[in-house]
């Protein structure tokens, strides 16, 4: 297993089927049971960082690390390093200063983990959270195992991922993931929120959903912020979900037993409808509950076993 | 002074000759100079060249001293061979002033390790909405040629315009950061797909090469010339190439690291590779050497722009754009483009001393800079071996700032010493070999 | 057969461990005095098809159903931290629960103990039995607990330096165990108790 979860792309076929395997533990583990608490990360400090608020990826890893029985600490650090004093460096040096094994970090820019990782300034294993447009691994973990709850091995499966592209880590990770997979993945966007390059993504790109979702096994929506309305990606945002969002006429389109799935949090009546986000179809609560699981997975893998620097 | 008489130089990559330097200039050029009482330096295998010419240097001062001084970017500049470096003017206070500009000229003949040209900026506290008092800081003491708002663009075009020709007035010339600011709002590496991946806000070739095409076509409008500041795109070449073929009035200058260094090194996000214009890709990298060898690009400048460690030991977001430049220029051209054979050390001395000179139009008057290797002319020298090759250690910059991103890269060539108006003001090791009377 | 291509002595054939499950089965429905409230709980990898044998003499005896199911203890390890973290097994707790029911851990070779202590701790979490008790195919000493078996297979005296190798049909493609004194110089019981189980 790898040392730091830092993106999707750093986990092998058999690293990512490991995490999805024992996330299945994990749930087998927890689900129905009298203590949902596990021993296994007894006197382990796991620091979840967020320079950017996300209660709910907060709240996820931090009931992960409590299930393990972490201890947990939330260092909330809100705005970046720039508009208030404490640099991202003298932050890691005090959760290094705290013993942390751990770091969870979220961070709006791009590649922070990264810094954190690879600087020198901390031993901790770090677990990107999501950094700036870059990656949510662990978001495409959870969306990954999820959809193999209900479609069973990924290999081959057509997933079809809508939406602001440009600024989305969540699409990012999945894409890496899911070819990792063996997914045949498509990205429906208007072009404005298409990355440059992205022809060279291990992926299909589209401008037409209509046409994305005939014969899909699951549809993943992106959440659109209204934003980008004003800087000009598309003219509005009734012209958008017009092209772009997902609903019953469009959910028809596609397969009976295809998923609906979507990161959170959602903008009903932009790029989904209540009607559908509430469908029988929909998975989209499982994916909350997934999340808990898969990041249980990770934090035991990365934290349970020898430190490679205690090794040394 | 002691004259110095340098042996066996191979001027300019030429044949072994001696140079006897004498009260500031160079006194005699020949096979088997000699002269009484000379301090005589063995430059067997030694290439010499003009004294390096910077038409593009951040010094810092006045404001960020804790980046650079003049004292310590002068240092670093005779180090790379500099004689001469041109010092941008984002100082805080910005040099838009006659005071400014005085300033900075004053602290540069104190130091004495190479003379500083300041630029001016081109409007009022770089804010591009006023022309500065352009004219003031021509006639002051510093006699400011080169004007320029560099780190950011003067992209309202009739403001541009009206500065390309006001400075016809006195044979001023407009460096161009070319940066169309809408398009890079935000902006943090070239765009491309590395960009795409890595979640980084692209910094497309459109917005310089937008910029350039329009510069030159104003230049052209109002007759006028005009300077592209570190050019590092393959379509900006054309544009530059396209114009000349037509004869318009434009130079331009690369970077080293546009030379050498791709937008692959980004991805590690880590901020010693963040610079402005962004590294970009191999493709880039390849029609600029191409364009700096058929005389396109007319010259290398450094772009030399020291930070504090603090500047980038952060997040690729928060840190500062810019690298160190002074020390490794010579070596990275060397590099790019003499062990390439794109380029022969007549033509390093042309792009390195010679033209920049002429474009900052310091290549006459009083102290003047790029001249040729020749009997009269002012002892503005660098020798330099190219046969060594050094693996780059930013703990012996003479800069304030540590922000090279060479480290650790094994660079060919060295600078053994550095004459300014006969005077050394580096050497690598002790080269005085004695003093002369008999034979070598 | 008495030495396998490695030089491991084979202490125990095919037939040998099938007399030695069909006597627990009996000794187990004896001590229980029935096969009523009777949970079988293998213990990965190992245990679990023998806790399947075991289940299947034991019905066969009594004509009931035992249910049998998987305890992996991973998660409860107390030497986690020595070794890279390691894929977790199935662990798979029969429909009825395991409150107030007599669990019968399986697992092939005792060792330290660490093992049972950890299943032991396991159990905790999951219900509160009746009673536990413990059966294992091989029983090789050294214990660094306080823990011992109620049904043993067959006690085998071992040195720390030797390694007790469990064969079964499920996994390896037939029955036998064998005695292997690897070349290495000697090692922790606690480091060795998992990977002998897990070659």
């Known amino acids: ?103 969870v970090v979220r961070h709006s820019a791009s590649g922070a983990p990264y810094r954190l990782a690879t600087s020198g300034w901390i031993n901790a294993c770090v677990v990107n959270a999501g950094d700036g447009t870059h990656e949510h691994p662990t978001q495409a973990l959870l969306d990954a195992f999820t959809m193999r709850r209900h479609l069973g091995e990924l290999a081959g499966k057509r997933i079809v991922i809508v939406g602001d592209v440009l600024h989305s880590r969540v699409a990012r990770s999945n894409v890496l993931l899911l070819a990792t997979l063996g997914a045949k993945v498509t990205l429906v966007a208007p072009p404005t929120l298409l990355p440059k390059g992205v022809d060279h993504w291990p992926c299909g790109v589209s401008y037409d959903l209509d046409d994305a979702l005939a014969g899909a096994d699951a549809v993943m929506m992106l959440r659109v912020q209204s934003e980008r309305m004003s800087a000009a990606f598309f003219p509005s ?28 949090p959602m903008n009903r009546g932009m790029e989904i409808t209540a009607e559908v986000a509430d469908s029988a179809r929909s998975v989209i609560v499982e994916q909350v509950t997934n999340g808990v699981y898969v990041r249980m997975a990770v934090l035991y893998l990365m934290l349970a076993g020898t430190n490679t620097t205690e090794e040394a | 002074m002691t004259p110095i008489l340098i042996q066996n130089a191979r001027v300019l990559g030429g044949d072994p000759q001696d140079i006897l330097i004498d009260d500031g200039v160079i006194a005699g050029l020949g096979a088997g100079l000699g002269k009484d009482g000379a301090t005589t330096i063995d430059a067997a295998g030694l290439i010499a060249l003009p004294g390096l010419v910077d038409l593009h240097t951040h010094l810092r001062e006045p404001g960020r001293e804790d980046a650079e001084t003049v004292e310590t970017g002068t240092l670093a500049a005779a180090r790379g061979g500099f004689t001469a470096v041109h010092a941008m003017a984002n100082t805080d206070p910005v040099a838009d002033t006659a005071g400014v500009v005085e300033q900075v000229w004053r602290l540069g003949r104190e130091a004495g390790h190479a003379d500083v040209r300041p630029v001016g900026a081109v409007t009022v506290g770089l804010k591009g909405e006023r022309l500065a008092e352009l004219g003031a800081m ?7 040629r080169v004007f320029s708002d560099d780190g950011l663009c003067v992209h309202d075009a009739q403001l541009m315009r009206r500065a390309l020709e006001y400075v016809k007035a006195f044979d001023g010339v407009i460096a161009q950061h070319a940066q169309e600011p809408r398009l890079t709002e935000g902006a943090q590496m070239n765009e491309g797909e590395l960009s795409g991946r890595l979640g980084l806000r692209g910094w497309p070739s459109v917005a310089e090469e937008a910029i350039v095409a329009r510069d030159v076509l104003l230049a052209a409008h109002v007759g006028s010339r005009v ?91 928060a840190a500062a754009f810019g690298m160190l430049g002074l020390e490794t220029a010579l070596s990275v051209v060397q590099h790019t483009m003499v062990d390439t054979g794109l380029l022969d050390w007549a033509g390093v001395a042309d792009r390195l001393s010679f033209a920049p000179a002429r474009i900052g139009r310091c290549d006459t008057g009083g102290v003047p800079h790029g ?60 080269i005085t070999g004695g003093t002369a009377g008999g034979n070598t | 057969m008495s030495r396998d291509l490695t030089g491991a002595r084979e202490v125990l054939d095919g037939d040998d ?26 213990i990965p990898k190992r245990g679990v098809p023998l806790a399947h044998r075991l289940a299947q003499r034991i019905s066969a005896v009594e004509g009931i159903e035992v249910p049998v199911g998987a305890l992996d203890v991973t998660m409860y390890r107390d030497d986690l931290r020595l070794r890279p973290a390691r894929a977790l097994e199935h662990t798979e707790i029969p429909p009825g629960g395991v409150d107030d029911r007599i669990v019968v851990l399986v697992d092939d070779v005792l060792f330290s103990g660490r ?85």
Not at chain 1, 237 to 261: F, I, K, N
Not at chain 2, 395 to 412: D, H, I, Q, V, W
């Open chain 3, 115 to 199: 093992t049972i202590r950890a299943a032991l701790t396991a159990l905790e979490d999951i219900g509160r039995p009746r009673a536990v008790r413990l059966v294992v195919l091989v029983d090789r000493g050294h214990r660094q607990l306080p823990i011992r078996a109620d049904h043993v297979g067959k006690n085998i005296p071992t040195s720390l330096a030797e390694s007790v190798k469990v064969r079964l049909t499920e996994s390896d493609g037939h029955d036998g165990v064998l005695l292997d004194k690897p070349a290495r110089e000697q090692r922790e019981p606690a480091e060795t108790a998992a990977s002998e189980v897990q070659p």
């Open chain 2, 227 to 317: 300077h592209i500041c570190h050019l590092s795109t393959k379509g900006s070449v054309e544009i530059v190439r396209l114009a000349k073929e037509r004869g318009l009035p434009v130079t331009a200058e690369v970077t080293p690291h546009h030379l050498l260094l791709t937008d692959e090194l980004v991805a590690g996000y880590d901020p010693r590779y963040k610079v402005n214009p962004p590294l970009r890709t191999a493709d880039d990298v390849a029609a600029l050497r191409e364009a700096l060898a058929d005389g396109t690009i007319d010259i290398v400048a450094t772009d030399h722009a020291p930070h504090p460690v603090e500047a980038k030991d952060c997040e690729w977001d």
């Open chain 1, 1 to 103: 297993m790898i040392r730091h979860l830092l993106s999707a792309g750093d986990l092998s076929l058999d690293d990512a089927t490991l995490v999805l395997d024992t996330a299945d533990e994990m749930a087998r583990l927890t689900e129905g049971r009298a203590v949902k608490k596990l021993p296994t990360l007894r006197g382990r400090t796991v620091v979840n960082l967020f320079f950017e608020d996300s209660t709910r990826t907060r709240t996820s890893f931090e009931l992960a690390a409590k299930r393990l029985s972490a201890d947990v600490v939330n260092f909330s650090a809100k705005g970046s390093s720039l508009s208030k004093g404490e640099s991202l460096k003298d932050t890691a040096l005090t959760l290094e200063a705290m013993g942390a094994d751990g770091v």
């Open chain 1, 237 to 264: 945002a009734r012209e958008y979900s017009r092209r772009y969002g997902l609903d019953s006429r469009r959910q028809s389109l596609m397969p009976p037993e295809a998923l609906v799935l979507h990161p959170g």
């Open chain 2, 138 to 144: 021509a006639e002051s003491a510093a006699g400011v």
């Open chain 2, 371 to 430: 001249r040729p290797v020749a009997v009269g002319e002012p002892a503005n020298l660098a020798l330099v071996d190219p046969s060594t090759t050094t693996t780059i250690d930013p703990s012996t910059s003479a800069s304030l700032s540590r922000n090279t991103p060479y480290e650790g890269m094994k660079l060919p060539g060295t600078v053994v010493a550095t004459f300014l108006r006969g005077r050394p003001t580096h050497q690598a090791h002790q």
């Open chain 3, 17 to 42: 461990v099938a007399r030695a499950l069909t006597r627990i089965a009996h000794e187990v429905v004896e001590r229980n005095k029935g096969a009523t409230d009777l949970v079988l709980l293998g």
